[in-house]
């Protein structure tokens, strides 16, 4: 998996003994502008999210309670990141396959988005998607 398809970004870690602080900013360490924040939790046991790739938006997605693992495909190899630290985001560049799953109890799972929500850019069937690779 090549670094701009997915890659750990260390934001800040500010240790306190009142508790730790973690930033994220945009451009900084974030590699593009954030346009969109989402989060999910109380996530089922044994569900899954994602199942889909973007063809414009870039994202960056951090635990920022409990861990899941995130697999990223692009095609042709698949690398599963197992996120568990509010410190750490994992980038996902464009097009690229996302599945996340076994989720912890008590799990959220934060993403920063480059684009506004825009349903024609997500590639949501994985035969779709490798057809797309073909003509990008």
């Known amino acids: 998996m090549k670094k701009k398809e997915g890659r750990i970004i260390e934001l800040p870690k500010i240790i306190d003994p009142r508790g730790n602080l973690t930033v994220a900013e945009q451009l900084r360490n974030i590699p ?4 969109r924040v989402y989060w999910t939790y109380d ?6 999210r994602g199942g889909h790739a973007h063809k414009h938006c870039q994202e960056t997605i951090i635990a920022v309670s409990g861990s899941f693992d995130v697999t990223l495909d692009n095609g042709t190899e698949r690398k599963t990141f197992h996120l568990n630290h509010p410190w750490e985001g994992l980038y996902v560049g464009t097009g690229i396959w996302r599945t996340l799953d076994d989720f912890s109890t008590g799990a959220v799972c934060l993403v920063l988005a480059s684009d506004w929500f825009d349903e ?3 590639i949501r069937d994985y035969q779709d998607y490798l057809n797309y690779l073909k003509n990008v």
């Open 32 to 35: 593009y502008d954030v346009a």
């Open 43 to 48: 996530i089922p046991s044994g569900e899954g």
């Open 120 to 122: 024609d850019d997500y």
